[in-house]
């Protein structure tokens, strides 16, 4: 199975005035380039995924958090919420699609550390969580659609973090219900 390489194709802003907060950031996005690798060498070994998405070997997804300001634009730009969400999902048009590119996620870093306090888990447990429920919207899930489809997306979730050590229940999708 060839390796998967995160790329980082969401547009760059200004970094933060606080050098703390732009070390902070890069920590993290480095973390998550790593995690969604791993996280799409999994999804690649369930076949009904491999289905969802493109029929080459190789699957990419740019993953870039962000701070709750930056997130907040884009939660209001693409979905007309005003607030900073955790994790937005953005789906690959053809071609690029079809030769391995699945979008782009961005995940609010200061939302991702503030719901492992309120759930008691590890940030890097969170970022996984995000990543994941991420990545299956890339793969063509939506909860929202319908009850039937959060139940499929959460049953995906749970399935993807069973190859790690964060219990099922903690998945996004489990954790509202």
Partial sequence: MARKTASKKLSPKKSPK??????????????????IE????????????RKRGPKTGE??????LVGNAE???????????DYATDVLSFTSPEPFRSMGYLG?????LPVLKRQAREHHH?????LWILLTHGLLHLLGMDHEESA?????QHTWEARLLAFTDIPHERSLIGRAK
């Fill in 59 to 64: 699957w990419r997804v740019g993953v870039r």
């Fill in 18 to 35: 606080n050098p703390a907060v732009s070390r902070d950031l890069a920590t993290w996005n480095r973390k998550a380039e790593r995690a």
């Fill in 71 to 81: 997130m907040k634009k884009l939660n209001a730009h693409y979905r007309k919420k």
């Fill in 148 to 152: 039937k489809a959060a139940k499929e």
């Fill in 104 to 108: 782009e996620l961005a995940i609010a």
């Fill in 38 to 49: 791993d996280l799409i060498d999994f999804a690649l070994h369930f076949p009904a995924l």
């Fill in 122 to 126: 590890s940030a890097e447990a969170e």
